[in-house]
């Protein structure tokens, strides 16, 4: 899976990390026709009050599932937002965003996913 790891804010305890769909879930992808979109936000000292919400970049809201905290090797926690799309939409080089906001955030932090040609 292919991913870029973006920096939230300055100084924040909070990064995320962005997963695209690639070839390693092709087969799912051409199955079900969805593409996941992954939003990984790390180095979480609580999880209470973690907001992830994905939305295209036409500002249309996905629905975002938070999956559950998983502990860090350094007594962190991550979590994954994560929302489908329609594999066509993702293909056709459709722009998404997606918006963490979480109380060790001075401001919510943006990251945004495309398809670049070719991948």
């Known amino acids: 899976m292919a991913c870029s790891t973006v920096r939230c804010c300055c100084n924040a305890p909070v990064f995320g990390r962005l997963c695209k769909p690639g070839c390693s879930i092709f087969a ?16 979480l000292p609580s999880t209470e009050g973690l907001r992830v919400r994905w939305e295209r970049a036409d500002g249309a809201a996905l629905e975002t599932a938070l999956g559950p905290r998983a502990p860090q ?10 929302a489908s799309v329609c594999a066509d939409e993702w293909e056709k080089g459709y722009g998404y965003v997606c918006t963490v906001t979480h109380p060790d955030l001075l401001e919510p932090a943006q990251a945004r996913l495309q398809r670049q040609d070719g991948a």
């Open 73 to 82: 090797s350094n007594g962190l926690y991550s979590v994954d937002g994560t």
């Open 28 to 43: 799912d992808t051409f199955l079900t026709k969805a593409a996941a979109l992954t939003c990984r936000v790390s180095n």
